[in-house]
């Protein structure tokens, strides 16, 4: 079981706080456990929105595979006065040091500074708090106009309702892209802004759609993207025809067909592994690749603008042959 702290400031938003704990209590629900404590240097904190949250005082014992999340607090700057006493400031440096993931909301990447850990890293925050963020730690680089960022398992996020992104990321990362996405329709949550953020998961950025059928494809492929998967197949667990699906999926992403769709797929995670040092081959094969070409092919045509969608031709009828 997966421990998540989040640890309370006086006048936490709400919503910075709900929205990954929603996420990860989901994942819970659909067999994947988190175990979610609530942590302050009081055991009561008022939110910004004025209802009182309890929380304990005593810290749990923490491992690698465990999160320590800090959600933002009502705030027009960022100084006045520490986020934490040093106790919570060396808790956090601790964890992370013992390689578990820190992670903030919103304004809350301020006492992710404070503890010293955006230190040449990459972070975000609120967009109204960048500036700031970048003049009090001239050692972090300060990404703007995105959702969220990871560095080196510290993960920032943008303003208050980027929170759900960020946790939805952290599943996707942990567990793979269909139990996020499972959660994010749960939830009822859909593509999340900004289609040029890099970190913009595939999977959030075409899902932004009520077609069932689209959605049961999308799952199937989200689960076995490193697979080869038929037309027919999908076709077949979305209970229409083969031409109707490419039809729909085109509809609702947005030009997609389900081959592009599993190729970004394929190339997202062929990315995430090269950026943790995974060799360039090593990594295409994981991802379903016979080797490196293709993933360097698909990474020049990613750039290059999508080509317009054309309605698949009915298909020709068939005639009796004359004898």
């Not at 936490?12 to 929603?22: E, F, K, M």
């Not at 808790?91 to 990447?109: D, I, K, P, Y």
């Amino acid at each position: 079981m997966t421990h998540v702290v989040l640890l309370l400031l006086p006048g936490v938003h709400l919503l910075d706080l709900a929205g990954p704990a929603q996420v990860f209590s989901t994942a819970t629900d659909f067999g994947h456990p988190y175990h979610l404590s609530y942590v302050a240097e009081r055991e009561q904190v008022v939110s910004a929105q004025g209802l009182p949250l309890s929380a304990a005082t005593e810290w749990p014992r923490l491992g690698a595979g465990d999160l320590l999340l800090v959600p933002g607090r009502r705030s027009l700057r960022l100084g006045g006065g520490p986020w934490f006493g040093p106790e919570a400031q060396a808790r956090l440096r601790a964890h992370h040091a013992a390689g578990g993931t820190v992670a903030s909301v919103c304004s809350g990447a301020g006492a992710l500074g404070e503890a010293g850990l955006l230190d040449g890293r990459r972070c975000t925050t609120h967009h109204e708090l960048q500036d700031e963020l970048a003049a009090r730690h001239p050692r972090a680089t300060v990404v703007r106009d995105v959702l969220y960022t990871t560095d080196d398992r510290v993960v920032t996020s943008a303003g208050i309702a980027s929170g759900i992104d960020l946790a939805l990321h952290l599943l996707a990362e942990r567990h793979g892209p269909a139990l996020a996405a499972r959660v994010a329709r749960s939830m009822v949550v859909h593509a999340r802004r900004n289609g040029h953020e890099p970190q913009a998961s595939v999977m959030l950025r075409h899902r932004a759609h009520l077609d069932d059928a689209v959605h049961r494809t999308q799952d199937l492929i989200d689960a076995r993207f490193a697979e080869p998967l038929l037309l027919a197949d999908l076709a077949d667990a979305a209970r229409v025809s083969p031409r109707t699906l490419t039809r729909l999926f085109a509809r609702a992403t947005g030009g997609l067909t389900p081959l592009r769709y599993q190729q970004q797929l394929r190339l997202e995670h062929a990315r995430h592994l090269i950026g943790q040092g995974t060799p360039a081959e090593t990594a295409a094969r994981a991802v379903g690749f016979s080797d490196a070409r293709m993933l360097r092919r698909l990474r020049h045509r990613e750039a290059a603008p999508p080509e317009p969608f054309t309605e698949p031709a009915p298909p020709p009828r068939r005639t009796r042959c004359a004898h």
